[in-house]
Structure formats: structure tokens, C-alpha cells
């Protein structure tokens, strides 16, 4: 029998309606990549998924009905780790939590999906809480706190409800470069927005005195550092170099 | 956004000068937390304080930045010998306008790069002067500015009972630093403190927190008083202090005084006072490392400071962790059974941290646990190896002396902290 790969579009939605032809076909352990990622394979027939709302909520429904919000959340936020084959890992954990015998009894980390499905949704939420923790805004003059960042996984949607709740009183705006489109809240709701040219635009709005807080910041900075104590490989291991460049503080002002 | 339309102009130099001799000041005090509580942003306002706390960046000495931590002034009428700001130090001093403070506070905290203030003090005039000063300051923040963000305030000792209250309803946390562990150490280097003074505050804060804790279960309305506890912080190796000094003292503050945190801070030689140790000493590191890793034993795996320490055994091991320093000193509670063994006594396993304890209780409904099992979950088996049995035929006899097996374990470990006990290590191989 040959391999069935199944190719979506890239979308939450569009991965449960992948798993909505697995068990509508009774397929035998086929394969689900994304769209982009996607090789045509000797040996395998692959079938395209078309995503249809009322099929991911089917099966989203069939999910919850089986497990904890907690499993939900982790699910969830393993799928937008991107990892190369996370697909295949949930599609396990899927199954096992479907079978009819399955009950909420406990979580199995001794399952090597599982186990694995729960350290990627782990280093999903380091990589959301790193984004509250690390993003620095810059104040524009049409006085908008804007901020740029590259993270390793897309965690933008997990972050909007931290921002909007603590930045109430303030227009902001989160740009992820990498999958350029960004969050931008309006002192009402948070909306998705993508702006071409992000990166050229910005520098030239900053409000005037954007950089004597930037410098007053890194003044602090240095001044609350205690030089007896150096400790470098910690420092490393907390602020690891990828994430200087977000930081106003490492940045020669 | 009303704090940037102040009608004076910031001299940015000036605020400059002053943030740097008021932030190296503050540097000693080692809490950053932003834990502990969760405060909602109320009426749109500007900040929350989320329960995990954030930390917003480190500095070069590994160290959590979370806050804005800085004193409102260094000005002391104090002396006492082992703090920089002490009276006869020679030293710049400046001191920051409550409106200052207050105009950082929001502008740094809008950029997202702080949680929020940490003020401290040097006591200005007298101690009820010096808290009031910072009281203007919270004050002014959640209720001129809305601001909900975290706020730490430093007790004063010797402030009065009426404005400890008033402090607790502003601030999150509040905080009276000991400093020195024992009564007689204090004499020694603070001749001028009584120990009585650093109480009082601390006790007061604790009466406030229990009685609005119970009001507020009979009347929901009622405000929330420094709902993020009390903190304190000891030095260490200023004094001769043994570790079990400093732990039976933590443990008694913890208990009577319901602390969330106690600190403990190797000390940094700052000044050539005979009585202190000469500057350029080695700050304390491992040591300090060593108390805090006991310390979490005793606030979360259960454990009581008397299984710790014993007459015959005053300070924790350096080269080991002191969880794995109790088990090889009682190995007649080993081996356990990964399947069978209760939450207790699987929190006891050297090798095994809380995380791990609660995924092995969930896997093990499912199947009997094995090496293969223990390893994925991410057990430290490098050590746990020798205090369990699990779901298969190999494993450790149970005919090695804990020498041994301490000495094992050390061969093929790769501490960071190998170049401070190599020397000791090497009586043994």
C-alpha cells in the first residue's frame, strides 16, 4: 500500500480538516505537511486538503469532548511551535485521545507523543513568555508604542491578551518580521495588520524624546549591574544573543 | 498619557546623573520579584501584575531586571558598616523629587521595560520623614497616574504602625531587609539599629495582612493589603554565621512573620573596616547558591531545616547539592519505587525536581515506568540511579557506601562550579 501525504494550507483550521479526511477515508498512518513545506515524494499519493470551517470545528468539538483545557491549550500551542513533523505528532496524540476506551484520567508522558507534544508546547509558551519579557516599545509621534521582534516560533497570537490587558491606555503595535504581519491595538480591539515595508518606515517616526528615555534606560542598565559578581555564562543562558536585538539595553545608544 | 504633557521640561541630564548614583545604590538589594500576585488592570488604566511575575532582562551578573530599583535618596543618618550608603562613606549623593520617580516609573514601564518600582531609602531626617516619602510616591502612581503595575516599597525601620498601614494599601510588597542574621552580629556592625526596630515594621505588615485577609472573606469590597506578602534579605559571610544559623533564622521568619521570600546575599566587600572582610574577598557565590537550594527544599519539597542540619553537621556540602548531601546521609530511606513510592517521598529523590514528580504521578496510571520512561520525562539519572527501582532488572545494589556513590557521581559530573572544590575533591579519588 502506498503513503498517503496530505497537504494543507498552513492553518490551524486547516490541519484539524486534515485530520477530518484521515478518519472520513479510514487512512492508515498517512502523513500531513504544510503547503511551503511540501516535496513531491516518489511512492506516495498525496491528496490536497481544502479547509472548511465547519470541519475543524467538528473536529475541535470531538477533541474537547475527550480531553482538558489544559490538553486544548497545549495542543494548540504546539501546532504554531512550525516544527518540521509537528503535524504527524499531533495527528498520534489525536488518536489516542479519539479511541473510544480514551478518558480524562491523567496525561501520559510515558507516550512518546504525548510526552514530545507537551516539550514543544513548552518551548512555545518560553518563546510567548520571553516575547512579553523582551519586546521593547519605541514611542512614535503619532504617539504609537511600536515594537519589532523575530521569535523562533509564532507566538503573536498568544500575546495579544497580555498586551491589550496591561497596555489599556496606550495605541501599540507588534511587528514580527520573520512572518511579517503584526498586532496593532487601537485603545478599543487588537487587529491583525501586515505593512509592506515595515522596517523602512519605522526609524524616521520615533517621537523627540524617544532616545533620552531609550539612554536613560540604558544608564540604569548599567548602573544596577554589580561587577564583583559577573557571571557571564548565566547571563547568556537568561538573554541568550539572538534576543540583543531587541533590546534597548544592548544596544551602544 | 498625562505624565508626558508636564508642563516642566525634564533635564534628562540631570535625571542621568541621579539614576545612576541611586540605581548603584539599590543594586545590593537582591529582590526583584514581580510575583506573587495578580492585579487587573482597572478602568483602563496603564499596567497589571501578572501571578508568574516577568523578568525583563538580566545583567551581566546573571541577575533578574524587573524592576525599577532604585533609592529615593542616599542621604543616611545611619553608619552601619556593611551598606555603601553608610554616613561616613565618601561617596556622591542625590536624591530624586517624588514627581521624578514617578515620570520614570510610567515612562520606562510604557516601553514594556519594567514591571514596575522598587523603592528604597536611605533615612533621611528620621523614619517616619523617610516613609512617608515613599508612601507620596505609590500614592501618587495608582491613584494620580491608575497605575496597576508592581510596586515594592521598603519598610523603614522604625516607622509607625499608622503609616506601615498605609503603605500596605498601595503597595504589593513591602519588605524589612535584616541583613545580619544573628542579634549579636547586628551589634557588632550596626551598633546604632536595634533589632527591635527591623521587627516592628515586619510584624505590623503581617497583622495588616492576616486581619484584611479575614475582613476580606466576610466583605468582598474590602481593599487588598500588600497582597503580594512580606520579603527579607540576610547577608551572607559578612558575620561568622554557619549555614544552620542562617536557616533556623530564615525558617523562624518564615513562620512567624509568614514571609514569601527570604534572600540571602553573599556579601561584597565595599569598604576596609576591619570588622568585615577585605575587599577584593570572593563573593560567596556557591555558598549563597547552596542556602537557596535549601530553601526551596524546605518551602516546596517538603522538607523541615532539622532533617538538614545536625549537631554534627552545621554548614551544607559545597560540592554537592544538599538534596543529594540528605539522601546519602540517610540511606535507609532508599530505595523507592518509581511506581509505587507517594508524592512525599518522590520529591525526596535526588535527581528529581517537583516537574518531574508530577509527570511520573500521571504517567504511571497509564503503564508501568521504566529507565527508557524516566529518562524521556528528563529525571536527572545521574543521580536519581542510585535511590530508585523502577519497572525493570538492573539496577544499583544497594552494597555501596554513600562515599561511593557520592564520589561517582562527582566523576561524571561537569559542575560550573568545579574550579571551587576540586581541591576538596581530590582527598577522596
Not at chain 1, 504546539?78 to 480524562?104: A, C, D, W
Not at chain 1, 511587528?175 to 522596517?199: A, M, Q
Not at chain 2, 523603614?156 to 549579636?184: C, F, H, K, Q
Not at chain 2, 527591623?198 to 497583622?207: A, E, L, S, T, Y
Amino acid at each position: 500500500m502506498t503513503h498517503t501525504l496530505l497537504v494543507y494550507d498552513g492553518s490551524f483550521d486547516g490541519f484539524l480538516c486534515a485530520v477530518f479526511m484521515v478518519y472520513e477515508q479510514k487512512m492508515n498512518a498517512p502523513s500531513i505537511q504544510k503547503q511551503q513545506d511540501f516535496h513531491q515524494q516518489l511512492f506516495a499519493t498525496t491528496e490536497t486538503v481544502i479547509t472548511e470551517t465547519h470541519k475543524a470545528q467538528r473536529v475541535w468539538e470531538g477533541i474537547r469532548s475527550k480531553t482538558s483545557r489544559a490538553e486544548l491549550r497545549t495542543l494548540f500551542r504546539s501546532f504554531l511551535s512550525e516544527i518540521k513533523g509537528i503535524e504527524n505528532t499531533l495527528l498520534y496524540y489525536i488518536q489516542t485521545v479519539l479511541r473510544p476506551k480514551h478518558t480524562i484520567t491523567g496525561i501520559d508522558y510515558s507516550h512518546t507523543h504525548t510526552l514530545r507534544m507537551h516539550q514543544i508546547a513548552k518551548m512555545v509558551s518560553r518563546e510567548k513568555h520571553r516575547m512579553e519579557a523582551f519586546v521593547r516599545f519605541q514611542r512614535t509621534k503619532d504617539g504609537i508604542y511600536a515594537a519589532t521582534i523575530t521569535p523562533d516560533f509564532n507566538v503573536l497570537p498568544l500575546i495579544i491578551g497580555h498586551f491589550k490587558d496591561r497596555y489599556a491606555d496606550q495605541k501599540w503595535m507588534i511587528y514580527d518580521l520573520k512572518r511579517d504581519y503584526g498586532i496593532y491595538y487601537d485603545l478599543d480591539t487588537v487587529s491583525t495588520i501586515t505593512i509592506p515595508d515595515f522596517t523602512q518606515i519605522m526609524p524616521s517616526s520615533y517621537a523627540t524624546q524617544e532616545t533620552d528615555f531609550q539612554k536613560l534606560w540604558s544608564t540604569y542598565y548599567q548602573h544596577v549591574n554589580i561587577s564583583e559578581r559577573k557571571n557571564k555564562r548565566l547571563h547568556m543562558q537568561h538573554i541568550p544573543k539572538r534576543y540583543w536585538k531587541y533590546l534597548t539595553e544592548k544596544k551602544i545608544l | 498619557m498625562a505624565s508626558l504633557l508636564h508642563p516642566l521640561p525634564m533635564s534628562f541630564d540631570r535625571i542621568k546623573e541621579k539614576l545612576a548614583i541611586l540605581a548603584d545604590a539599590a543594586k545590593y538589594d537582591v529582590s526583584c520579584s514581580s510575583s506573587g500576585n495578580k492585579r487587573s488592570n482597572t478602568g483602563k488604566g496603564i499596567g497589571n501584575t501578572t501571578a508568574m511575575g516577568i523578568c525583563h532582562s538580566y545583567t551581566e551578573d546573571g541577575r533578574c531586571v524587573s524592576l525599577l530599583k532604585i533609592l529615593l535618596t542616599n542621604h543616611c543618618i545611619y553608619d552601619c558598616a556593611y551598606c555603601v550608603t553608610r554616613k561616613s562613606n565618601d561617596i556622591q549623593r542625590a536624591a530624586f523629587k517624588v514627581e521624578e520617580v514617578v515620570r520614570l516609573t510610567i515612562n520606562f514601564y510604557r516601553r514594556n521595560y519594567i514591571e514596575g518600582l522598587f523603592l528604597s531609602s536611605g533615612i533621611f531626617k528620621n523614619a517616619d520623614y523617610t516613609m512617608e516619602r515613599l508612601i507620596a510616591v505609590a500614592k501618587k502612581l495608582r491613584l494620580e497616574e491608575n497605575f496597576n503595575g508592581y510596586i515594592h516599597l521598603k519598610s523603614i525601620p522604625g516607622a509607625s504602625d499608622e503609616l506601615m498601614r498605609e503603605a500596605g494599601l498601595y503597595a504589593d510588597r513591602l519588605s524589612v531587609n535584616i541583613e545580619i542574621p544573628t542579634v549579636s552580629g547586628l551589634q557588632l556592625l550596626a551598633p546604632d539599629k536595634k533589632h527591635e526596630d527591623f521587627i516592628k515594621p515586619m510584624r505590623k505588615v503581617h497583622q495588616e495582612i492576616v486581619q484584611y485577609k479575614s475582613e476580606r472573606k466576610l466583605i468582598k469590597s474590602t481593599p487588598k493589603y500588600a497582597p503580594a506578602g512580606q520579603s527579607t534579605q540576610m547577608i551572607i559571610g559578612a558575620t561568622g554565621e554557619s549555614d544552620r544559623d542562617i536557616l533556623y533564622s530564615a525558617s523562624y521568619y518564615y513562620k512567624k512573620f509568614g514571609m514569601r521570600r527570604v534572600y540571602y546575599s553573599g556579601y561584597i566587600p565595599i569598604t576596609t573596616d576591619h570588622r568585615l572582610p577585605a575587599i577584593g574577598s570572593e563573593v560567596p557565590i556557591l555558598r549563597e547558591n547552596r542556602l537557596y537550594q535549601t530553601d526551596w527544599l524546605l518551602r516546596f519539597y517538603g522538607f523541615s531545616v532539622q532533617e538538614i542540619f545536625n549537631a554534627s553537621h552545621l554548614n551544607l556540602d559545597l560540592d554537592i547539592d544538599p538534596k543529594l548531601g540528605w539522601a546519602l546521609r540517610n540511606m535507609h530511606e532508599f530505595p523507592i519505587d518509581i511506581n509505587s513510592a507517594d508524592k512525599r517521598m518522590l520529591a525526596r529523590v535526588p535527581g528529581i525536581g517537583m516537574q518531574s514528580v508530577h509527570k511520573i504521578i500521571q504517567a504511571r496510571k497509564f503503564r508501568r515506568l521504566d529507565w527508557s520512561h524516566l529518562k524521556a520525562i528528563g529525571i536527572a539519572l545521574n543521580r536519581a540511579q542510585y535511590f530508585i527501582i523502577c519497572n525493570s532488572k538492573d539496577f544499583y545494589k544497594q552494597d555501596l557506601t554513600p562515599i561511593t556513590i557520592k564520589n561517582r557521581i562527582l566523576q561524571k559530573a561537569n559542575s560550573k562550579y568545579a574550579k571551587h572544590f576540586n581541591q576538596q575533591l581530590s582527598l577522596f579519588t
